[in-house]
């Protein structure tokens, strides 16, 4: 099972960062305390779009990925599930954010769980995950989880209730938001152990060749 995240933080060290590595231990971890798979089968792999920027503006121009760019890509499509975090610029994703995406193919994350994150320096720009996020990975065909995580500075310093006073801070975010992803994930056809047994709601799909039988039966 493999989980990928794309961080589009600029700065080294950078919040966006930090919040997709907390978001990828705590879906692993659910992923591993629930049973779906051993420790050594859940892949976490980080695609941090600050070094790849440069390879990124290249594809753009000439069509043709670099190297680690066409790794990076290719390990987006063969994902289980995916964390995508990119900071606020200007009331939206970032434009390195977005290029990145506008690389993927279309049909790449098709059926893909996404987990939507984001970081800013004002809880105003939370918006920015429905109105801007959603919008782009509906359009390339991913389910994306019910939970998306916005972090504002003040609440890196906050480990109880969220500043309205509601039992809803950061850790209780990134927690929910995670178990949702993982359930995805877990539940995906294909997934092994991890949906053995249990019914995902999708109907098995018989053989053309088999439905030809039964009506010459």
Same mark, same amino acid.
């Given at each position: ?31 591993r305390r ?39 890509? @290719? +390990?987006?499509?063969? !994902? %289980? /599930? $995916?964390? #995508?975090?990119?900071p ?6 970032? &434009? =390195? ?64 209730? @969220? +500043?309205?006073?509601? !039992? %809803? /801070? $950061?850790? #209780? ?9 993982? &359930? =995805? ?31 010459g039966?």
């Amino acid at each position: 099972m493999k989980l990928v995240v794309v961080s589009a933080g600029l700065s080294s060290p950078s919040s966006t960062r930090l919040l997709a590595d907390r978001l990828a231990a705590s879906a692993a971890g659910r992923l591993r305390r629930a049973g779906a798979t051993a420790e050594a089968e859940v892949e976490v792999e980080v695609v941090e779009l600050r070094d790849l920027a440069l390879d990124i503006a290249k594809h753009l121009v000439t069509g043709f990925p670099p190297p680690a760019l066409g790794a990076a890509l @290719g +390990a987006v499509a063969d !994902a %289980d /599930g $995916l964390i #995508a975090v990119t900071p606020v610029f200007n009331a939206s994703y970032s &434009g =390195l954010f977005k290029s990145f995406f506008d690389l993927v193919d279309p049909d790449a994350l098709t059926g893909t769980p996404v987990l939507l994150a984001a970081t800013g320096g004002t809880a105003r720009h939370s918006l920015v995950l429905d109105h801007a996020l959603r919008p782009l990975f509906a359009h390339l065909r991913a389910p994306t989880v019910p939970t998306a995580v916005y972090a504002a500075s003040e609440d890196w310093g906050s480990r109880g209730p @969220g +500043a309205d006073g509601h !039992a %809803d /801070g $950061l850790a #209780a975010r990134i927690d929910r938001a995670a178990g949702e992803l993982a &359930g =995805l994930m877990a539940a995906r056809p294909g997934m092994g152990t991890a949906g053995a047994g249990r019914d995902n709601g999708i109907p098995d799909v018989v053989p053309f060749e088999q439905q030809l039988a039964r009506l010459g039966g």
